[in-house]
């Protein structure tokens, strides 16, 4: 079966640095998402990553392994609006994207 | 980037009645529309996804006879939720696809509905 596991909740503290792992086992592989969702809000699109390597936009990071079937997000200078659920999605052979249960990541001063 | 509209936002509604939830793409041709439910503190699960002008693809477990879905031109899709029931009550979400850079979706505001 086709299985997205990342971390249920994180906590971290204001201005530092988190890493929200995920890692995924999938029929095919057309490129991995993350979304960021507020408590009551749709999810909004933040990073793809299709090819290894890390892709840097801004204070939000996202990196790609294939052959390990890992990925994280990388969030600096945490900011308290940061507190929401991130979720990942790999897009499989049929181009149907599988997402993950999404990580409750929590801000404290 | 993209925008996708939902309407309504919210819904409160007498068991056994049917609600009509609208989505929308305002600023670009959807060419796949995809239909989510969330429960509290559940991640997304995806209900059913449509091509314009075609029926639409149901996942398992979903029928397709209760939630009617109709993706009637490139900018608009409607669920229905014929006869619901309190069980039905859900936070339900559209997203949209066209030619982004990644082809990421897009989604609306969702539409919390509420069956009494």
């Known amino acids: 079966g086709q299985n997205i596991d990342q971390p249920t909740e994180m906590t971290a503290t204001e201005g530092a640095i988190v890493q929200i792992n995920c890692t995924y086992q999938t029929s095919g592989f057309n490129g991995l998402f993350w979304y960021q969702q507020h408590a009551g809000e749709a999810p909004t699109f933040l990073s793809y990553?299709?090819l290894d390597g890390l892709e840097e936009k801004g204070r939000f990071s996202s990196f790609l392994s294939r052959s390990k079937g890992y990925s994280y997000l990388l969030l600096k200078e945490l900011q308290m609006k940061d507190s929401a659920s991130y979720l990942c999605a790999v897009k499989d052979s049929n181009y149907q994207l599988i997402w993950g249960a999404g990580t409750k990541l929590i801000i404290k001063p | 980037g993209a925008v996708v509209s939902q309407h309504p936002s919210w819904v409160i509604c007498k068991s056994g009645t049917s609600v009509k939830i609208e989505c929308r793409s305002l600023d670009f041709q959807a060419t796949t529309m995809f239909w989510y439910r969330q429960f509290p503190k559940q991640s997304l699960m995806l209900m059913a996804t449509s091509n314009e002008g075609s029926k639409a693809t149901y996942e398992q477990g979903v029928e397709k006879d209760k939630f009617l879905i109709n993706h009637a031109s490139l900018t608009l899709s409607t669920l229905t939720v014929t006869s619901a029931h309190p069980e039905d009550s859900s936070f339900y979400i559209c997203s949209a696809a066209g030619l982004a850079e990644y082809n990421e979706q897009f989604f609306g505001p969702g539409t919390r509905l509420t069956v009494l």
């Open positions: 990553n299709v």
